[in-house]
């Protein structure tokens, strides 16, 4: 995980929030490793709201989970590759109301 504060960011450029790139997720299981997330990328700029939809099943709470790196064992995380301008993000975090996977299982 790369993580910038506001004087390391490329001059010029418009830096994200936060920026995922290849994010794969998987599953061990007695017949192999299942593939839950398969090579998702996602930038959030700042004042973003993002939402993630789909059907029962489809990965997004494991997606969320694995963007904010909190998938656990039999779940394992590879090749992401994580940008976090850290600052502003966790400043924008904590003046969000809402941070959820949605609490259904």
Do not use: C, W
Not at 19 to 25: D, F, R, T, Y
Not at 63 to 91: D, K, S, W
Request: aromatic content about 6%.
């Amino acid at each position: 995980m790369q993580l910038l504060t506001e004087s390391e960011a490329p001059k010029g450029d418009k830096m994200p929030l936060l920026k995922v790139e290849n994010l794969k997720i998987y599953f061990h299981m007695p017949r192999g490793n299942v593939k839950a997330v398969d090579g998702v990328d996602i930038e959030i700029d700042e004042g973003e709201i993002v939402g993630v939809a789909g059907e029962s099943g489809s990965g997004k709470s494991t997606l969320a989970l694995g963007i904010m790196r909190l998938i656990v064992p039999p779940g394992f995380i590879e090749g992401a590759t994580y940008t976090l301008r850290a600052r502003r993000f966790f400043t924008s975090l904590r003046r969000s109301s809402t941070l959820s996977t949605g609490g259904r299982g």
